[in-house]
């Protein structure tokens, strides 16, 4: 009887695009054809993928990269932290107090000294998130992310690294330099072109965020997610204003509710709250008890 050799199945029959980029770059002949542009792999030729018309794709190249990286790093859900790049932590605040040299300079310096304490709230409370438990596939949650940027988004990824937690930092090339802030985790920190695709990255894992005081940027990432929120297009989710002094000062809510261009019911879509710890059992007390989510209700063959 002759005897029965195992059979085996290749898993691919073509090589795989670095092989090719490597035989490529090795074999290649300089001559006028192999010199020329238009002989360069389309995947490696920037100048072909920098095109205007390549647009759609570096959209879905921009889109694809974090979120095959973030789901190979296990993170099933994010906590996200908006918030102002020019308050400082509180010692570094008082030195621009020091420096002010005029009045409306003081003044402003006056009241960036009175925000800065939510530098060590953003801190907390990213320490609180991040102490979150792996479900039972592994996956974490409530990962700290923050803008990636300086002072409050800072803040969150150091309260992060201080529970010994990796921490995401989604930046963004603008005109003037900005780097990420060296408590992000280098593995977890993205560059982005787009700030459209940044702000799907923000709340494509969001299960709770944190928007601290801010400007033109916080103002753009918060009132879209509220306006998502209240359309239906996501679910709602704990969304925490901190200092509601400075809320109340900035946007006048209850205005919107008297003109009639949002309902009452509209001011329930957010929550306000002073500290770390507050803010925690907010977030704890929404997902309490709770099970079903989006995809379960819209997969048919749940239930």
Not at 17 to 31: D, G, H, Q
Not at 118 to 127: G, I, K, Q
Not at 139 to 157: D, L, Q, T, W, Y
Request: proline fraction near 6%; glycine fraction near 6%.
């Amino acid at each position: 009887m002759t005897e029965q050799k195992e059979t085996r199945v290749p898993a691919r029959v073509f090589a795989n695009a670095r092989t090719e980029a490597e035989t490529a770059k090795a074999s290649a002949v300089r001559t006028p054809q192999t010199e020329h542009p238009a002989y360069r792999l389309a995947f490696q030729d920037m100048e072909f993928l920098l095109r205007e018309d390549l647009r759609p794709v570096r959209f879905q190249l921009e889109l694809l990269k974090p979120e095959l990286l973030l789901d190979e790093a296990q993170i099933g859900s994010m906590m996200v932290f908006y918030g102002s790049a020019r308050i400082p932590e509180p010692a570094k605040a008082q030195a621009l107090l020091d420096l002010a040299t005029d009045d409306e300079g003081r003044a402003i310096a006056e009241r960036l000294v009175a925000k800065s304490k939510y530098y060590d709230v953003a801190r907390e409370l990213a320490r609180l998130a991040s102490d979150f438990p792996r479900d039972n596939e592994g996956k974490r949650h409530f990962v700290v992310c923050s803008g990636g940027g300086p002072s409050i988004m800072e803040a969150a990824n150091r309260g992060a690294q201080d529970a010994g937690a990796e921490t995401v930092g989604l930046n963004i090339v603008l005109p003037h330099e900005q780097a990420p802030n060296p408590y992000v985790t280098p593995s977890l920190s993205f560059q982005f072109h787009y700030f459209a695709l940044r702000k799907m990255h923000f709340l494509l894992r969001a299960r709770a965020v944190a928007v601290f005081p801010g400007g033109f940027g916080t103002f753009d990432e918060t009132f879209e997610l509220l306006t998502l929120i209240q359309t239906g297009k996501i679910d709602p989710m704990p969304v925490i204003f901190f200092g509601r002094e400075f809320w109340d000062r900035v946007v006048n809510f209850e205005a919107l509710v008297e003109e009639g261009v949002i309902g009452r019911q509209d001011l329930n879509l957010f929550h306000y709250a002073e500290t770390a710890e507050e803010a925690w059992e907010i977030v704890q007390a929404f997902y309490s008890g709770r099970t079903e989510n989006r995809a379960e209700r819209d997969d048919p063959s749940v239930g």
